[in-house]
């Protein structure tokens, strides 16, 4: 019963790891880009969680997203891009 | 008793444990606020909400819920619709996954002290920590989603001020890791016992106090929504709940900062044994204790509010960068010079 559930949750998380990777590479506005790198991080931390070994997952969301992710928002923002205009007329 | 320990050891009740402290920390949300407008208004001497539900208003904030619940839900018509939908979820959840790991007094039973909290495990406070920096992200997905200039500068002030103060906080906590050799929050709150953690480590407190009410951008730190320069900050194109869940993941983030606090620094539930050993009143005494302890925090915190002005953002990274970081190292060596010496 528990193999069943861990099981479950394992081909989740790894549907939810893979499909963010691939919308990483794919994604056309770079700030998805980066956030759906930070979902990658935070699924790979619930890898890790789940084989067992909290500090590493825990290390991982400390350093990856908090930190890391974080940074790399901080220097995309640095960028330079546009917004997109205020007015509603397209 | 030992029906008891397994009672609360249970998953299921665990569990169930979790979902009610996510309620309740949402309903004492809702106090704060009432207590933030009515203290203000006593500081400042004006009278604050008084028309609904009598003297005192208390009713106000229901009417203010209704409100919300009723406007209009606006989405920019250039706005990333995802991002902005996302982004109100992201900031509340980080607030809700704090609740996970902060025991809320604990049950006292003869020797035995049983937590209050839906999970306990070896690295709880590193769990806070990171959890807590989370929020971050959502701030920033609210403001790049709604693809405003407004939004767009608080999330630029918000991000870099929480780098530079979640390393003094981390510093600080750990010098309190050194002391106990445990990052178990429970373990840090019950060797406080005789001595809390604020005389050992006054400067450590310092630090810590001052990174938390920035990490929770309380008001000498709220530069991401100063009213007169960025209209709302990240939340100037959210309109009712949207709005509203952002507003009470803040107040639940400063109540949350207030527990993680009383938990490090002042004492946690701990009372001496000849009260909790009072039959039934003494079981429950430490519950109390605690709650008692963090609305003094709380009330503090709204006090400082109401009594200072803003920072500059420029100001806030310098204090955070130049002042707060080597302080924080230098309570570490402390902490250590004191472990050393009595073999901690």
């Given at each position: 019963?528990?193999?069943?559930?861990?099981?479950?949750?394992?081909?989740?998380?790894s549907?939810?790891t893979?499909?963010f990777s691939i919308l990483v590479v794919t994604?056309r506005?770079?700030?998805?880009?980066a956030?759906?790198?930070?979902a990658t991080?935070?699924s790979v931390?619930?890898?890790?969680?789940?084989l067992?070994?909290?500090f590493i997952g825990?290390v991982?969301?400390?350093?990856y997203v908090g930190?890391i992710g974080?940074?790399?928002l901080f220097?995309?923002m640095?960028?330079t891009q546009?917004?997109?205009g205020?007015?509603d007329v397209e | 008793?030992m029906?008891i320990?397994e009672?609360?050891?249970?998953?299921?009740v665990?569990?169930?444990l979790?979902?009610?402290?996510?309620?309740?920390?949402f309903?004492?949300?809702?106090?704060?606020?009432w207590?933030?407008?009515?203290?203000?208004?006593d500081?400042q001497s004006?009278?604050?909400?008084?028309r609904?539900?009598g003297?005192?208003?208390l009713?106000?904030l229901?009417?203010d819920?209704i409100?919300?619940f009723?406007?209009?839900?606006?989405?920019?018509a250039?706005?990333d619709?995802?991002?902005?939908?996302?982004?109100p979820?992201v900031i509340l959840g980080s607030?809700f996954m704090?609740i996970v790991a902060?025991?809320?007094?604990a049950i006292?039973?003869g020797?035995n002290s049983y937590p209050?909290?839906?999970t306990?495990?070896d690295?709880s406070?590193?769990?806070l920590?990171?959890?807590?920096?989370?929020s971050?992200?959502?701030i920033?997905?609210a403001a790049?989603?709604s693809?405003n200039?407004?939004s767009?500068?608080a999330?630029?002030?918000?991000?870099a001020?929480?780098?530079?103060?979640?390393?003094?906080?981390?510093i600080s906590?750990?010098g309190i890791?050194v002391?106990v050799q445990s990052l178990?929050?429970v373990?840090i709150?019950?060797?406080?016992s005789?001595?809390?953690?604020i005389f050992?480590?006054p400067i450590?407190?310092?630090?810590?106090?001052?990174?938390?009410l920035?990490d929770?951008?309380?008001?000498?730190?709220?530069?991401n929504e100063?009213e007169?320069?960025?209209?709302?900050?990240?939340g100037?194109?959210?309109?009712?709940?949207?709005?509203?869940l952002g507003?009470f993941?803040?107040?639940?983030h400063?109540i949350?900062?207030?527990?993680?606090?009383?938990?490090?620094?002042f004492g946690?539930w701990?009372?001496?044994k000849?009260?909790?050993?009072i039959?039934?009143?003494?079981m429950?005494?430490?519950?109390?204790?605690f709650?008692a302890k963090?609305v003094?925090?709380?009330?503090?915190?709204?006090?400082?509010r109401?009594a200072?002005p803003r920072?500059?953002?420029?100001?806030?990274?310098?204090l955070?960068?130049?002042?707060?970081?080597?302080?924080?190292?230098?309570?570490?060596?402390?902490a250590?010079?004191?472990?050393?010496f009595f073999?901690?």
């Open positions: 019963m528990v193999g069943i559930l861990e099981f479950i949750v394992f081909v989740l998380i549907i939810l893979i499909g994604a506005d770079i700030v998805r880009a956030l759906s790198l930070v991080l935070v931390a619930g890898v890790y969680v789940l067992n070994a909290q825990i991982q969301i400390l350093v930190g974080v940074l790399i220097a995309v640095l960028t546009e917004l997109k205020d007015s | 008793m029906s320990v009672f609360l050891f249970n998953p299921w665990r569990g169930i979790g979902l009610a402290l996510i309620g309740i920390i309903f004492s949300a809702v106090i704060t606020v207590l933030e407008r009515k203290f203000g208004a500081i004006r009278i604050g909400p008084n609904v539900g003297r005192f208003g009713l106000q229901i009417a819920a409100k919300l009723t406007k209009e839900d606006l989405i920019p250039k706005a619709k995802l991002l902005f939908v996302m982004a979820i607030a704090m902060i025991p809320f007094g006292v039973i020797d209050i909290a839906a306990e495990f690295i406070v590193l769990y920590e990171a959890v807590s920096a989370l971050v992200l959502g920033f997905m790049y989603g693809n200039k407004y767009m500068l999330a630029f002030r918000n991000i001020r929480m780098i530079g103060y979640e390393v003094p906080l981390g906590i750990i890791a002391m178990n929050i373990e709150a019950q060797a406080q005789p001595l809390w953690f050992v480590q450590g407190f310092a630090v810590f106090f001052i990174s938390i920035a929770m951008g309380r008001l000498p730190f709220d530069q100063a007169e320069e960025l209209v709302a900050g990240w100037t194109e959210y309109t009712g709940m949207r709005w509203g507003l993941a803040e107040y639940i400063m949350l900062g207030s527990c993680l606090m009383v938990l490090l620094y946690g701990n009372l001496p000849f009260i909790t050993d039959y039934v009143i003494g429950f005494a430490p519950i109390y204790w709650i963090v003094v925090v709380v009330m503090t915190i709204i006090m400082i109401w200072l920072f500059r953002i420029d100001q806030v990274v310098d955070g960068w130049k002042v707060l970081f080597p302080l924080s190292v230098l309570n570490l060596l402390w250590v010079a004191l472990g050393l073999g901690a």
